[in-house]
């Protein structure tokens, strides 16, 4: 029950009806179906099964960075208001060191979620007026954190060292400790898995060429080319799936790190076939059974 796929869907709804305005009726049942199913797993299913939902301070990781990294290099000229609101929510002493520029777990970690609900108006629009003191903190900020969906040559990892398994198992209570450079792991590993990291993230991970495989900037790229292609080729009946992978991207620019391949795992594994459907015309009849195998089949219009 991702909130996060919500959002790609309500983003393609209007796009969807106007591209298939023919079938609208089909597809509102579909839509009203995932929606149903959506939001009765959260008011029904989740607190059945005990399961919690998700953090206020999840979606809020973009504005969290850029008051952060506002407190550290500007905390001295903040006006005695600035500076006893943002105490409010979030330790302004602490900010300083506790802000990573490519992860946003340790400042929004702190967020005091029970007083920011209480008034969100007026934390909003703190942030709002820090950013035209400092916007050119805020887009350092925003691009410190999301570079790595953008920018080819990113440096990342991978594969992770460990496993949900290993994760439950650990006998340690405090199982990582969040650094600079990522995820240190604190209990032993095993060779083999020691060998496939270092293969994988460090060698593989930088080869010339076999690295832009590795690339969640590439994929995005070569998406954004097969969008301007489809445009150019008048396909505008591709433009709903386009925008689907686009609003993948979206949310992770938005994400707490600053470089995560399982928020883009949709957009990567689903390249190929728009690559395909946007350089080739592939006839309609392909997608069509047909039962009349001796029949002559009429061209139809191309995709």
């Given at each position: 029950s991702k909130g996060t796929g919500v959002i790609v869907i309500v983003l393609t709804l209007p796009f969807i009806m106007v591209c298939a305005k023919k079938y609208w009726k089909q597809l509102?049942?579909?839509?009203?179906?995932?929606?149903?199913?959506?939001?009765?797993?959260?008011?029904?299913v989740m607190p059945y099964c005990n399961i919690t939902s998700g953090h206020l301070r999840e979606p809020l990781s973009v504005p969290i960075q850029q008051?952060?990294?506002?407190?550290?290099?500007?905390?001295?000229?903040?006006?005695?208001?600035?500076?006893?609101?943002?105490?409010?929510?979030?330790?302004?002493?602490?900010?300083?060191?506790?802000?990573?520029?490519?992860?946003?777990?340790?400042?929004?970690?702190?967020?005091?979620?029970k007083v920011f609900s209480e008034d969100p108006i007026r934390y909003i629009g703190l942030w709002f007026n820090l950013g035209l003191k400092y916007?050119?903190?805020?887009?350092?900020?925003?691009?410190?954190?999301?570079?790595?969906?953008?920018y080819t040559e990113t440096i990342y990892w991978k594969v992770a060292k460990?496993?949900?398994?290993?994760?439950?198992?650990?006998?340690?209570?405090?199982?990582?400790?969040?650094?600079?450079?990522?995820?240190?792991?604190?209990?032993p590993l095993s060779k083999f898995k020691v060998i496939a990291y270092m293969f994988i993230n460090y060698a593989l991970g930088r080869v010339p060429i076999i690295n832009l495989f590795f690339s969640i900037g590439v994929?995005?790229?070569?998406?954004?080319?097969?969008?301007?292609?489809?445009?150019?080729?008048?396909?505008?009946?591709?433009?709903?799936?386009?925008?689907?992978?686009l609003s993948v991207f979206f949310i992770c620019i938005g994400s707490p790190v600053y470089a995560e391949c399982r928020y883009a795992y949709a957009a990567i594994t689903t390249l190929p076939f728009f690559i395909v459907f946007s350089l080739f015309n592939i006839p309609?009849?392909?997608?069509?059974?047909?039962?009349?195998?001796?029949?002559q089949k009429i061209p139809q219009q191309d995709i």
């Open positions: 509102s049942l579909s839509y009203i179906a995932v929606f149903t199913v959506f939001f009765a797993t959260r008011a029904f008051i952060s990294r506002t407190v550290k290099y500007h905390k001295q000229d903040l006006s005695d208001y600035e500076y006893e609101t943002i105490n409010k929510i979030l330790p302004i002493e602490d900010l300083g060191n506790l802000y990573m520029p490519r992860l946003s777990d340790n400042t929004k970690g702190r967020l005091n979620e916007p050119t903190i805020y887009l350092d900020s925003f691009l410190s954190n999301s570079y790595g969906y953008w460990e496993d949900y398994v290993d994760h439950y198992n650990s006998d340690n209570s405090s199982v990582k400790e969040i650094k600079e450079g990522g995820y240190q792991d604190v209990y994929y995005f790229w070569i998406d954004f080319v097969c969008l301007v292609i489809a445009l150019i080729k008048k396909k505008y009946n591709l433009i709903p799936i386009f925008i689907a992978i309609k009849s392909h997608f069509h059974r047909n039962d009349n195998y001796g029949e």
